[in-house]
T-cell receptor, first 113, second 113 residues
């Protein structure tokens, strides 16, 4: 158990809909990262938050947004969903500052029908 | 441009023997590397890391070697056990600090009893 929790574990929805994925980092970790793993793309970085502020951005679509709350949990919002958004979405957290290990949650499997 | 490459998509090894997983990188700014292990439908689990100031790091059955001149790292697992069957990813954080991880495409390791 990495200490990172993600809900829900599975999500099935329809095209055009909006969903929210939730992540709670390990106790004490200030950084939260979101990654997407689709069948043909491997693990791709989406966005990072550090202590409530956006720190780094990857190839995140404009239809996607995220935020980190004062209690450090984070939410990833996916809107106007398309079939191609079906993927595993992972959250990771790390301690502050310097190169350190990112610990991953179990992921949310999103299926868009 | 894939900055972290794992050229072997799969590897089969007899139980008890050594497993060697390889990873090449192109970005000479990378100075810290991590190996993750991933089971199906689970999040990546951190295995071992290495800083560019070292050429070897060992943790139990796992040893990572770094050859900076060749921009190559390898993960050795000795002895290999059935529970080691998983997908292994090498990863590197971008630039300075601990921002996005760039992952290789993974190598599926199968340990044959």
């Amino acid at each position: 158990d990495s200490g990172v929790t993600q809900t829900p574990k599975h999500l099935i929805t329809a095209t055009g809909q909006r969903v929210t994925l939730r992540c709670s980092p390990r106790s004490g970790d200030l950084s939260v990262y979101w990654y997407q793993q689709s069948l043909d793309q491997g693990l791709q970085f989406l966005i990072q938050y550090y202590n409530g502020e956006e720190r780094a951005k990857g190839n995140i679509l404009e239809r996607f947004s995220a935020q980190q709350f004062p209690d450090l949990h984070s939410e990833l919002n996916l809107s106007s969903l398309e079939l191609g958004d079906s993927a595993l979405y992972f959250c990771a957290s790390s301690a502050s500052g310097g190169p350190s290990v990112q610990y991953f949650g179990p992921g949310t499997r999103l299926l868009v029908l | 441009d894939q900055q972290v490459k794992q050229n072997s998509p799969s590897l089969s090894v007899q139980e008890g023997r050594i497993s060697i997983l390889n990873c090449d990188y192109t970005n000479s700014m990378f100075d810290y590397f991590l190996w993750y292990k991933k089971y199906p439908a689970e999040g990546p689990t951190f295995l071992i890391s290495i800083s560019s100031i070292k050429d070897k790091n060992e943790d139990g059955r796992f040893t990572v070697f770094l050859n900076k001149s060749a921009k190559h790292l390898s993960l050795h697992i000795v002895p290999s056990q059935p529970g080691d069957s998983a997908v292994y990813f090498c990863a590197a954080p971008s630039n300075f600090g601990n921002e996005k991880l760039t992952f290789g495409t993974g190598t599926r390791l199968t340990i044959i009893p």
